[in-house]
Each structure stands twice: as C-alpha cells, then as structure tokens.
C-alpha cells in the first residue's frame, strides 16, 4: 500500500501529487473535486469535469442508464401486462 502525504494552506488549501491525480484520470485544472462522507465515516474523493462554456449538463447524463435498456423494453413490458391483465378480465 502506498501513502501520499500533503500539507495544507494557512487558507485550507491542498495540492492533489501528481501520482494520485494521475491515478484518479485528472489530467487538466479542468475537474472540481466532490467530497463524499461514506457510511463507515471516511470520505471518499471524486473527480468531476467542469461542464464547458456551452455544456448542457442534461447531455452528459445521456446513455447513463444504457445498461438497463434503452426504454423500449421497458414500454413493451408494461404493453404486455396490461394485455394480460385486459384478457384476464374479459
């Protein structure tokens, strides 16, 4: 396991070494850091690409559900039970 050590500023301010920002894919000043208190009382410390000048953040949610489908299964399940459910009723 190896350990990075930094200081911090008379202001709260720290340096992220350049191996550890390496390791967590921040290549550019273009990132803010998100802070996350875990269950067991740690914190957790995520990268996040700062949205461009004419970024709509609404994009850069498309296709984060693609693994669960793209929609259309889902429409054709519900088409489907309530079918069922009209056939069991009739």
């Not at 709260?12 to 967590?24: H, L, S, W």
């Not at 740690?42 to 709509?56: Q, R, S, V, Y």
């Not at 949610?61 to 069991?88: Q, T």
């Amino acid at each position: 396991m190896i350990i990075e050590e930094t200081s911090m500023s008379s202001k709260y301010q720290i340096t992220i070494p350049a191996e550890v920002r390496a390791g967590m894919g921040i290549d550019s000043a273009n990132y803010d850091i998100v802070w996350m208190k875990i269950p067991s009382g740690e914190f957790a410390i995520i990268p996040k690409k700062k949205l461009g000048k004419d970024e709509n953040p609404m994009m850069r949610m498309s296709g984060m559900f693609a693994k669960y489908g793209n929609g259309h299964e889902v429409d054709d399940f519900i088409k489907e039970k309530r079918a069922e459910a009209l056939r069991e009723n009739l």
